[in-house]
């Protein structure tokens, strides 16, 4: 079943709008087994959830900056509070904790400069804790895959 279960994924990676019949005719399996599967990998949490990739230029969403965050004490109620902190905001994609000069990754997305100022001064920078934030604007994205490179 691995072999199905990986053709599935990255068919729905590639199109998660498939139809049951066109996913099943896609990854050679009866309509019933494919479902069956599909609800399976639902099930078990290894589908997390369905949603669209937008294209953020044409959104409105002109600004996109990788951010590097260092707290001030690796202790437990700075970690706690910076990540319930982050939870909710919109303008943070991604929320990587890391080994090196920096704690933590954020990509952080905004309308523009102006927006992102703001979400700097008015959350980010008031957070305790937050001893200091690297900022990295990306200039073009050349790759961006959220997909997962199954073989199947």
């Known amino acids: 079943m691995k072999q199905f279960d990986d053709k599935i994924l990255k068919a729905l990676q590639r199109d998660g709008r498939l139809t049951s019949q066109q996913l099943a005719s896609e ?26 990739l937008v294209n953020r230029e044409k959104s409105g969403h002109t600004l996109s900056a990788i951010l590097y965050v260092s707290l001030d ?17 919109p303008e943070i994609l991604e929320c990587l904790a890391t080994t090196g000069d920096a704690d933590y990754h954020l990509r952080v997305v905004t309308k ?10 008015n959350f980010l920078l ?25 073989d199947g």
């Not at 109620?77 to 909710?88: D, E, L, Y």
């Not at 804790?129 to 997909?147: C, F, H, P, T, Y």
Request: aromatic fraction near 8%.
């Open 27 to 52: 990854v050679g399996m009866s309509a019933s087994a494919c479902w069956r599967r599909v609800k399976a990998l639902e099930e078990s949490g290894v589908i997390l959830k369905y949603c669209a």
């Open 73 to 89: 004490r690796q202790n437990e109620n700075n970690v706690q509070n910076f990540v319930q902190s982050i939870q909710g905001r």
């Open 112 to 121: 523009d400069l102006k927006a992102y100022n703001y979400f700097l001064d």
């Open 126 to 150: 008031r957070l305790s804790g937050v001893r200091q934030v690297r900022s990295n604007m990306v200039l073009k994205e050349i790759k961006m895959d959220v997909a997962l490179p199954f």
